[in-house]
């Protein structure tokens, strides 16, 4: 696996399934090249949390059905291979290496179909009662 090779070499012996990925502000900018983030999920990264997203690249992953969450301040709580939980139920994000908490950006009601069923596609397989 070559996943973040350039900037550390071993990323990708290092993650662990349900890892998530911390990013600053417009996290996805650019040319869109979705094969890194398939990539990363491969390697079992289960979410991004960033202080910001490019709204295209944030809505193409959600659609993907994988969780993009925005966390302003992040990057001040997390350092680099801390531990963090993300607690769904209270919109928050806790540092259980460092401690500390920071709320996150909720997602609306469509945002969460999506996320549930793997993506848009599934989403409105189910909305529209198609196999």
Same mark, same amino acid.
């Given at each position: 696996?070559?996943?973040?090779?350039?900037?550390?070499?071993?990323?990708?012996?290092?993650?662990?399934?349900?890892?998530?990925?911390?990013?600053? #502000?417009?996290?996805?900018?650019?040319?869109?090249?979705?094969?890194?983030?398939?990539?990363?999920?491969?390697?079992? @990264?289960?979410?991004?949390?960033?202080?910001?997203?490019? $709204?295209?690249?944030?809505? #193409?992953?959600?659609?993907?059905?994988?969780?993009?969450?925005?966390?302003?301040?992040?990057?001040?709580?997390?350092?680099?291979?801390?531990?963090? #939980? @993300?607690?769904?139920?209270?919109? #928050?994000?806790?540092?259980?290496?460092?401690?500390?908490?920071?709320?996150?950006?909720?997602?609306?009601?469509?945002?969460?179909?999506?996320?549930?069923?793997?993506?848009?596609i599934p989403y409105?397989?189910?909305?529209?009662?198609? $196999?």
């Amino acid at each position: 696996a070559c996943a973040m090779r350039n900037f550390d070499p071993d990323f990708a012996d290092l993650v662990q399934p349900g890892d998530i990925i911390v990013g600053g #502000e417009n996290f996805g900018y650019g040319h869109p090249h979705f094969a890194p983030m398939i990539g990363l999920r491969q390697l079992g @990264i289960s979410a991004v949390a960033a202080n910001s997203f490019a $709204t295209g690249y944030w809505r #193409e992953e959600i659609a993907e059905g994988f969780p993009q969450i925005v966390c302003p301040g992040i990057t001040e709580l997390v350092a680099r291979w801390d531990s963090v #939980e @993300i607690d769904w139920d209270s919109a #928050e994000i806790r540092n259980c290496t460092a401690g500390g908490a920071l709320p996150i950006t909720p997602y609306s009601k469509a945002e969460i179909g999506m996320l549930r069923a793997g993506g848009l596609i599934p989403y409105l397989r189910q909305r529209l009662g198609v $196999t």
